[in-house]
């Protein structure tokens, strides 16, 4: 069995269980690991000034979580079939759990990383074991695609529902409670699980691809690290410099090694389907553009508007309400003309969205605000369910999991490096932009340089000659032109997606002797939509 192989509708059928309990528990335990990806954005800036964490400290924050889950997903379906299905899903939630203990009580930035990355790593073997209980339970063809469109509608509501619950929290009562809800939020998920869900067999005979593991672990991080760590290292740093050469070597070998494997943790003969190319294609862009949207727009509401927590993640809800409100509008949608044309015109609105963002400024008001992420909220809404019903469809039903466990790994790890890459954007520009603002106040380069290097390292520097609030209003500006610029190219990786995606033709796949030919991509919507 591969990595992230979800018992097809021939396999038996798990115990009799209460269906109600049982897909409360499943969707419960995937909607926390889902909400942790944005419930902590909120908390940046609080956990800054707490910890005294620089930028790439706070993006190790969130890229902690994200790394871990996007580098061990497909890997955390295999160890789900080892253990049992129902056992992955306790265990992942017990590990989940011991990391939110680690957050809240971290003393410093490295602690709360720490346990950030446990969490992340329980949720890469929670949600294939979420997904493999589902097809147990739910073994017919098109019940089973329903209940994985809810799976993927919850899953980015609960991305967009994040900063808002977060907001409440750190504003109320202190960042430290996002975790502690994590922690009664997971013994409850795992007690209904528990109650409600039959046990499964484990799959003694599967076999964990740790060749791949290794190196994916190894460029995936390598990569992240190099990213983020080359505005306050600088480019031409030695360990900048060798962890671009130990990423680019990692993948190579990974892909080497994983194209000449049965039991590949990234099976790559699934990208031989056009239609899983261009879903796997979108799933990347929704992650890097659409999903990242949400930590810049953390920074915006905070960093350059001067909103409190709570009033940053209420800030959240137009693109939360327009995701909630799409979700059923794709799935209809890609009934009536197919799943590829609205999952990528989904992408265009949210693009849309991202390209609006771009011409804010710290004088803009929130109203102004509001319509952009409605975009951005409609274009994940509208795009989401419909694309894995793209990589559902390109493949045979017996090869549903694997297409699905590929294409959210895709998505996750298309956060990880949009935080990365647009974070070091962002950096960049306003380390610039700053630097300049300070010149044509007078102030010599160096000590330009030297206010600079401390604002972008959490510090709160004295600037000779030059108030508190003027120092204030040009780090504002020179945050926010960073922004912009991020902004931008985070919506122009979004249109370039869809254009490469409108090259790439959906192709039928090849059904096995005695199978049915599986529906092409675009007219699966009809049968799972």
Not at 19 to 39: H, K, R
Not at 148 to 160: D, V
Request: charged share 10%; proline share 5%.
């Amino acid at each position: 069995m591969s990595a992230t192989d979800v018992p097809g509708a021939d396999a038996p059928a798990l115990a009799p269980a209460p269906p109600v309990a049982a897909a409360l528990a499943l969707f419960g335990a995937a909607f926390l690991a889902m909400l942790d990806l944005s419930i902590s954005v909120v908390a940046l800036p609080a956990i800054r000034e707490d910890l005294h964490a620089s930028l790439s400290g706070l993006q190790w924050t969130v890229d902690g979580y994200t790394l871990c889950f996007a580098s061990l997903l497909l890997a955390g379906g295999l160890l789900s079939d080892r253990l049992g299905h129902r056992t992955g899903l306790l265990a992942s939630l017990a590990l989940f759990v011991a990391g939110s203990v680690a957050s809240m009580l971290a003393g410093d930035v490295g602690v709360l990383i720490a346990g950030r990355a446990m969490q992340g790593t329980a949720a890469a073997i929670l949600v294939p074991a979420s997904m493999a209980l589902i097809a147990n339970l739910y073994p017919d063809v098109k019940q089973r695609a329903k209940m994985l469109g809810i799976w993927s509608a919850l899953s980015g509501i609960a991305i967009a529902l994040g900063p808002a619950l977060g907001g409440v929290l750190v504003d109320q009562i202190d960042w430290r409670a996002i975790f502690a809800l994590n922690i009664v939020l997971g013994v409850a998920a795992g007690t209904l699980a528990l109650a409600a869900i039959p046990k499964a067999p484990a799959h003694a005979a599967a076999r964990l691809d740790a060749a791949g593991l290794l190196l994916g672990i190894v460029w995936t991080f390598s990569l992240a690290f190099a990213v983020i760590e080359a505005s306050p290292r600088g480019w031409s740093s030695p360990w900048v410099v060798g962890a671009f050469v130990v990423a680019a070597a990692g993948l190579g070998s990974f892909l080497l090694v994983e194209s000449r494997r049965e039991n590949a943790m990234l099976p790559i003969g699934l990208f031989r389907s056009g239609g899983f190319t261009t879903a796997g294609l979108v799933a990347f862009a929704l992650g890097f553009s659409l999903s990242t949207a949400f930590y810049l727009l953390s920074l915006h509401l905070q960093q350059v508007l001067g909103y409190s927590p709570v009033k940053a993640g209420l800030g959240f809800l137009p693109a939360a309400l327009a995701m909630i409100a799409t979700a059923g509008l794709g799935g209809k949608l890609a009934e009536k003309y197919g799943p590829r044309p609205v999952t990528l015109a989904g992408v265009l609105v949210g693009a849309a969205g991202l390209f609006s963002m771009a011409s804010v400024g710290p004088g803009t008001g929130f109203w102004t605000i509001a319509w952009m992420l409605v975009l951005i909220g409609a274009g994940l809404g509208i795009s989401l369910p419909p694309n894995n019903n793209v990589a559902l469809g390109s493949v045979g039903p017996e090869r549903a999991g694997i297409a699905s466990g590929t294409v959210e790994t895709l998505m996750q790890f298309g956060t990880v490096v949009g935080i990365a890459v647009l974070g070091l954007v962002q950096a960049t520009s306003f380390r610039s932009s700053l630097r300049h603002a300070l010149g044509r106040h007078a102030l010599s380069p160096e000590a330009a340089g030297r206010i600079t290097d401390a604002v972008t390292s959490g510090h709160t520097p004295d600037a000779p000659g030059m108030s508190h609030d003027t120092l204030s209003r040009l780090v504002a500006a020179s945050f926010s032109h960073g922004l912009d610029i991020a902004w931008a190219v985070s919506g122009a990786l979004a249109v370039a997606t869809v254009l490469g995606a409108l090259l790439i033709r959906p192709a039928r796949t090849q059904p096995k002797a005695g199978t049915a030919t599986p529906a092409t991509a675009d007219s699966v919507g009809a049968e799972t939509g």
